[in-house]
């Protein structure tokens, strides 16, 4: 089984909100990584967590803060958004952050609207 | 600047015909690639991934990768309706103590009936 999820499907927040993205899976992986994608553009890496810990960040302003409970939870808080934040936002995993290996499979994401 | 290129498309194929989609990187360092089909308003989905040179074959879909030449393809064979998407060519790359996926624009495959 190769499921991510994501809750919630949908988010609408205003610019002085504060919310949360949770992700999940249950496959044993021990990479996990957000990403945000806009329309007609590919997937754009913001974070990625190996074993728990962050080890990439891309320059993602602060207002995205990631967080990883542990082996199978992350969440990505939201905090003072803008409206060019608005996108689908993808969670994945990957069984480790091996250079060898990078098979990742994704959630079916959240589609954020900041108003 | 590591690149994925990828034709954007639209390529529109009949139904039952061969779909080709190619993609070139840059990295020649690189060791596993991926192709991801993603409809409309949906997340990417895997449906490949290679790592050696040569053919790998899973049903209708046909992975070729020549490390020499720098390039990947994917062949949908029978294509049907259901295979209009956007498909995403990926390409692991090394970064420091681990990799990441840098993913190409995306071909856009229309199958008409």
Known sequence: ?115 | QKEVEQNSGPLSVPEGAIASLNCTYSDRGSQSFFWYRQYSGKSPELIMSIYSNGDKEDGRFTAQLNKASQYVSLLIRDSQPSDSATYLCAVGVYGGSQGNLIFGKGTKLSVKP
């Open chain 1, 1 to 115: 089984d190769t499921e991510v999820t994501q809750t919630p499907k949908h988010l609408v927040m205003g610019m002085t909100n504060k919310k949360s993205l949770k992700c999940e899976q249950h496959m044993g992986h021990r990479a996990m990584y957000w990403y945000k994608q806009k329309a007609k553009k590919p997937p754009e890496l913001m974070f990625v967590y190996s074993y728990e810990k962050l080890s990439i960040n891309e320059s993602v302003p602060s207002r995205f803060s990631p967080e990883c409970p542990n082996s199978s939870l992350l969440n990505l808080h939201l905090h003072a958004l803008q409206p060019e934040d608005s996108a689908l936002y993808l969670c994945a995993s990957s069984q480790d952050p091996s250079p060898t290996t990078y098979e990742q499979y994704f959630g079916p994401g959240t589609r954020l609207t900041v108003t």
